[in-house]
């Protein structure tokens, strides 16, 4: 299914992926097959997204939004590939996004998943589809994207620099996003969570934090690092209200709109995971 060798991650679990991506279409609740008894961290994850996704397709929206892709449908392989690859046992930190942007999960399926950083640096590969109904100017085309995402070549370029080799930053983290929806409206302009219904927007959100605290607690991370404001308030309140013990930061969010970022969002990244205590994870281990 993947165009990566099995010295890359995609292609060892490809018997279970392909089971993935067909659940996926056909709507189906991941289940294991007969005799199979082995359950992997990135298995029980996939699980609990295929399961958000039977769930938020019953779900309405209303003005202002006009059009919504779901990269975990018609860009499945490559996330898939993504989890497969980089999911594993004992990662301490999940480092949390709010939802998809239009160049980056929108395109390749990987949270903050900027092309040039998904293909050269994560070597993530596979085949992206679209979504049923795609606006004109907000086309998906999946790994050839020319266009840069901004927050994601900021977030994996700074991981980049301080790690070299994604090896160095999985073994103590995973990325993930809250919702994996992308809203937009007639004229093609991203809308955000908070920017829907207040009532659609409650629904939503309710769905997600549910799938939220079963990855939390499947993956048994100690840490989530909401990437911006509400992406950690809404963390905070999903865990401590569903009485899952972990402990809840958060980090300036890398988007060109906030001016802080544009100012230096590197230096405050170093310096808020160094108060944490995460960059010494990262920038002091070695490979085997």
């Known amino acids: 299914m993947f165009n990566g060798d099995e010295d890359q991650g995609c292609a060892a679990g490809e018997k279970e992926v392909t089971r993935c991506v067909r659940s996926a279409e056909l709507g189906f609740k991941l289940t294991p097959e007969p005799n199979v008894t082995v359950v992997t961290p990135s298995s029980r994850f996939l699980q609990v997204e295929l399961e958000l996704n039977t769930h938020l397709r019953r779900l309405t929206f209303s003005e202002p939004v006009r059009y919504i892709y779901n990269p975990l449908e018609y860009a499945w392989e490559t996330h898939c590939c993504y989890v497969e690859k980089y999911c594993r046992g004992g ?49 998906i085309t999946g790994l050839a994207c020319t266009q840069s995402e901004v927050s994601g070549a900021r977030f994996w370029g700074f991981f980049r620099k301080l790690c070299g080799e994604p090896v160095m930053f999985f073994r103590h983290c995973f990325v993930h996003n809250l919702c994996p929806l992308i809203f937009m409206s007639a004229s093609g302009k991203n809308l955000t969570p908070p920017e829907l219904p207040a009532a659609e927007r409650d629904a939503l959100l309710a769905l997600c934090d549910i799938a939220l605290c079963q990855v939390v607690e499947a993956l048994g991370v100690s840490m989530v690092i909401g990437i911006g404001r509400v992406a950690e308030q809404r963390a905070r309140r999903a865990l401590s209200a569903a009485g899952v013990s972990v402990k809840v930061e958060g980090l300036m969010h890398p988007s060109p709109r906030n001016p802080l970022a544009n100012k230096g969002w590197e230096g405050v990244a170093r310096t808020k995971l160094t108060e944490l205590g995460v960059l010494p994870l990262l920038s002091s281990i070695k490979p085997d």
Request: hydrophobic residues 35%.
């Open 91 to 139: 990662q301490r930190i999940l480092f949390l996004g709010m939802n998809p942007g239009p160049f980056g999960m929108a395109q390749t399926g990987v949270p903050f998943g900027e092309v040039r950083s998904v293909v050269d640096w994560l070597k993530i590969t596979g085949e992206v589809g679209h979504p049923p109904d795609e606006h004109p100017k907000r086309r």
